[in-house]
C-alpha cells in the first residue's frame, strides 16, 4: 500500500451548459437529491446525492456539450442494486428521451456476470448503470473490446 493509505472515490464533479435542465435529468430521472445549491461570480453549481452523501457536484460553467476526443472524463459508471433497477433507469431514461450507446441491456464483455446500459445526459457525457453480477444471459456488442470502452 503506499504511504498515503487507501483512497476512495468521494464525489465527481461535471462541467454541464445548463444547470437548471441538468438538475431535472439527474434529479428526476436518476433520481439524487439536491443537498445544496450555490452561485458565485454568476456561476452556479449543485451537490447531488443520495441518502445524504454526496454524489455528484454540477457546475454550469461549460460552453459547449461533452467531446469524447477530449483527454479527461471517459464516462461515470453508476452500480445499481439489481437488473430490475436498471431495467427501470432505462424505461425511465427512454420517457425522457435520453441516447443510449446501445440497445437494451448488455453485458460489459461475452459471458460476463457484469452488464448494463449505456446512454447520455442532456450536455453528452457518458453514462451507464450496471450491476456486477446476474447479467450473464446478456449478451455484448463488441467481441474483443469492453462494452464501455467505445460508445
Not at 445549491?37 to 452556479?44: A, P
Not at 454526496?54 to 457546475?59: Q, S
Not at 442532456?122 to 462494452?147: N, Q
Amino acid at each position: 500500500m503506499s504511504t498515503i493509505g487507501k483512497l476512495a472515490t468521494h464525489h465527481v464533479g461535471l462541467n454541464v451548459t445548463d444547470l437548471d435542465r441538468s438538475l431535472s435529468f439527474y434529479g428526476d430521472v436518476l433520481g439524487f437529491d439536491v443537498l445544496g445549491e450555490g452561485k458565485e461570480d454568476g456561476s452556479r453549481f449543485a451537490f447531488l446525492g443520495q441518502g445524504g452523501s454526496l454524489v455528484l457536484t454540477l457546475w454550469q460553467q461549460a460552453d459547449d456539450a461533452y467531446a469524447p476526443g477530449r483527454a479527461g472524463l471517459h464516462h461515470l459508471a453508476f452500480e445499481a442494486e439489481s437488473l430490475d433497477h436498471v431495467r427501470a433507469a432505462e424505461a425511465a431514461l427512454t420517457a425522457r428521451g435520453a441516447t443510449f450507446a446501445y440497445d437494451g441491456l448488455v453485458a460489459h464483455r461475452e459471458g460476463a456476470a457484469s452488464g448494463g446500459i449505456f446512454f447520455h445526459d442532456p450536455d453528452g457525457t457518458r453514462l451507464e448503470i450496471s450491476v456486477p453480477k446476474g447479467a450473464e444471459e446478456l449478451s455484448a456488442p463488441s467481441d474483443s473490446a469492453p462494452t464501455c470502452g467505445f460508445f
